[in-house]
């Protein structure tokens, strides 16, 4: 195969029809994204009839691309190149190349991948995409965390890991976007990528399609000048320069590209970082700390005026409250279990509103506060609640505050 970014007047039929099976299935996958709720009729034809499936199939955002709406619908892309492919190949046998469709292909791979690299990369720069470990995450057992929310504490722990593979992510989109550093870019791409999709495989990441999909795009990318890395990395060899293909020649085209290249990458860079800086500051790691914040840890509790006493096996009583967040909160329960709650605190009125999603109520306890002791009274639901806790020192925890050590005496492995 000699897919290289020169041109080749003469293309053998396996090339072609490579090219024809790749360029379609790329094609209508990169639209698909974008498509996916309008693909829904042909989804469910192609889950029900086809593949058996009896359960319904409707496209809705769950935050997981492996769902079986997802993969039914990679069927569906697959199945519609396979299509596309014979029926072109049998309308065009007598094509010699695809030189011009092939720099098109090129360019739009280059450009949709570009911009999945620079979006992650800036998600993780800003630190939006891990946040650091929650407040109620650092008061779980390790052994209750799924291994995706084991993955989000250790990225999410280290602001300086972050920033290193997000600026990787930038650098290897930014490559791309130019074609003389193509292959650079792609080849950068290709390891940033091989550790995101063995991450989303090895701690069951929902986002194992779509990472493996930008992987084999880096790959198709490096693929056109393979013959040039062969020399260089296997046969110790030199090798020369190679005049890329441009169908459009012309001075005009070229300086107009090349301000729309430039303007474009300015403005989403731009909002990039907006998004980032803005995003971090709202609900990230730099947005402000809400009044009655920490982790609360209860002494007692009366439900009802009667003293729940802090049984392991007593589902009611709550362990502790945590408040990371301006607008909800979390209850630890003794045996371990979690409930988020909205949150709204009224400092001038010493009032809060805590209540379940579905179950709206509004200045509902009275709390009081000295040093570090909190009181809350209210009702809950139907239930009256009168709770007097303690503040737990944060200092004391050792993940957040261990910090980084150049000399170590010995492994602090604990």
């Known amino acids: 195969m000699n897919f290289s970014r020169a041109y080749h007047p003469q293309w053998t039929a396996a090339e072609k029809i490579v090219f024809r099976f790749l360029f379609l299935y790329f094609a209508l996958y990169i639209l698909l994204q974008f498509l996916s709720q309008p693909a829904e009729p042909l989804v469910r034809l192609a889950g029900h009839l086809i593949l058996g499936i009896e359960k319904e199939l409707h496209f809705f955002a769950t935050g997981s691309g492996d769902s079986t ?8 892309n697959f ?30 791979l280059r450009l949709f991948l570009a911009m999945m690299l620079l979006s992650y990369g800036f998600a993780k720069v800003y630190k939006t995409q891990f946040p650091e470990p929650s407040l109620i995450r650092l008061l779980q057992p390790l052994g209750s965390f799924s291994p995706m929310g084991l993955a989000w504490t250790y990225m999410g722990f280290s602001e300086a890991y972050n920033m290193y593979t997000g600026m990787l992510e930038v650098l290897g989109g930014l490559l791309l976007i130019w074609r003389r550093t193509t292959t650079l870019g792609a ?19 929902p986002v194992k399609l779509f990472s493996m999909h930008l992987l084999a795009m880096a790959l198709v990318l490096a693929a056109t000048d393979w013959k040039r890395l062969y020399r260089v990395f296997f046969s110790n060899q030199s090798t020369a320069h190679i005049v890329e293909y441009n169908p459009v020649k012309n001075r ?25 800086y803005s995003g971090e500051r709202e609900y990230g790691d730099k947005r402000a ?6 982790i609360w840890e209860v002494e007692t509790m009366h439900i009802n005026d009667s003293l729940v006493a802090p049984l392991l096996t ?17 209850v630890m329960y003794m045996d371990d279990e979690v409930k988020w709650l909205n949150l709204e605190i009224d400092t001038s009125q010493s009032k809060l509103s805590i209540y379940e999603y579905d179950y709206e109520q509004y200045n509902n306890f009275s709390f009081s ?32 505050n261990r910090g980084f050590h150049w000399i170590n005496e010995y492994p602090f492995n604990r």
């Open 314 to 330: 007593n589902e009611q009583r709550w362990r502790y409250l945590v408040i990371d967040y301006k607008d909800r909160c979390s």
């Open 79 to 108: 199945l519609l190149t396979l299509l596309s492919a014979l029926i072109w190949t049998l309308v065009d046998r007598k094509r010699t190349s695809y030189n011009t469709l092939f720099y098109w292909f090129l360019v739009v």
């Open 252 to 276: 005009i085209y070229e300086k107009i590209k090349r301000g729309l290249k430039l303007t474009a990458l300015f403005l989403f860079i731009g909002i990039s970082v907006w998004q980032g």
């Open 289 to 294: 700390k809400p009044p009655l914040y920490g």
């Open 69 to 76: 709406y997802a993969y039914v619908l990679l069927f569906v």
């Open 369 to 400: 506060k000295e040093a570090d002791r909190l009181t809350i009274e209210g009702t809950l639901g139907r239930d009256t609640l009168k709770i007097k806790m303690k503040a737990k020192d944060l200092n004391e925890m050792r993940l957040p």
């Open 187 to 205: 080849l950068l791409v290709v390891g940033v990528m091989s550790h995101v999709v063995a991450m989303n495989f090895t701690y069951d990441i």
